[in-house]
């Protein structure tokens, strides 16, 4: 569990700061539910400001016009 908790930090504080963007990293929360993660994601998103968030797919991906909403954006969460 230590583990998470420091890889969570690093994911809080590299959405917050920017440093992700250039490693256009991937996060995940996995796991069951009633664990916190979309409890984690909203508070991530909510401590953003909403022009450097999106909510992309990965399914939409695909599209070169749907990538081009992800540009200068720090954080892009979509839920389940």
């Known amino acids: 569990a230590g583990a998470q908790v420091l890889r969570f930090g ?8 920017g440093a992700l963007v250039p490693l256009q990293a991937a996060v995940l929360f996995f ?3 009633q664990t916190g993660k979309s409890t984690a994601a909203r508070l991530l998103e909510s401590l953003l400001p909403r022009e450097v968030t ?3 797919t990965p399914h939409e991906w695909q599209s070169e016009y749907s990538r081009a909403h992800l ?10």
């Open 31 to 33: 796991g069951p539910g």
């Open 10 to 17: 690093e994911v809080m504080g590299g959405g917050l700061t």
């Open 54 to 56: 999106a909510s992309v």
């Open 71 to 80: 540009a200068g954006k720090r954080l892009n969460i979509v839920g389940e």
